[in-house]
């Protein structure tokens, strides 16, 4: 029997099938077949481009992105639905331009399928992100305050902060 609130739906195929049909003949759709599901650990999460972004820091110093199937946020591909980012990824932040990844050793833009680099230096540990309703992301870098899209050192011309815990 079905869960209070929920509604099952059972899909079938031939013997050997590779689709699956429910009772009135619709077929599943195959990323939910071969998909995999949210992963067990995660250190950020993000929302981008109708997608879920999560991060995780790996043993060599650089971490993993691996993003969700369009309007499908528990469905992953984990084969190739990945990037590699060098450093740890200490916030993730959405714009209407392009998805800003802050490490501690450099600040990305992914944008149109590239990832590319905005700055040479990382964010603070703790919250470095925030973002405006506007779509501006601020964020607390180790050579002072920034702001993106376009990013901009707002503060590197008149004023040099230490690196700090936050």
């Known amino acids: 029997p079905a869960k209070s609130g929920y509604t099952a739906t059972i899909y079938m195929t031939e013997a050997n099938g590779t689709v699956y049909y429910d009772n009135a003949g619709t077929p599943l759709d195959p990323v ?4 995999d599901s949210f992963p067990d650990t ?12 999560l991060s995780r820091s790996l043993p060599n110093g650089s ?11 528990h469905l992953f591909n984990f084969q190739q639905d990945y990037l590699i980012v060098p450093g740890q990824i200490l916030a993730m932040a959405s714009t209407p331009q392009a998805l800003i990844v ?10 149109d399928n590239t990832f590319q680099p905005l700055a040479d230096y990382g964010v603070v540990p703790g919250r470095p992100f925030v973002r405006t309703v506007e779509g501006q992301v601020y964020m607390q ?16 011309k008149k004023v040099s902060l230490a690196p700090g815990l936050s």
């Open 32 to 35: 939910q077949v071969l998909a």
């Open 42 to 53: 995660v250190d950020l999460i993000a929302y981008h481009e109708s997608r879920l972004w």
């Open 63 to 73: 971490s993993i992105i691996w993003f969700s199937a369009p309007y499908l946020h």
């Open 102 to 111: 802050g490490t501690d050793s450099a600040i990305y833009a992914h944008e």
């Open 141 to 156: 870098t180790q050579r002072g305050q920034c702001k993106a899209m376009p990013f901009v050192n707002m503060t590197e």
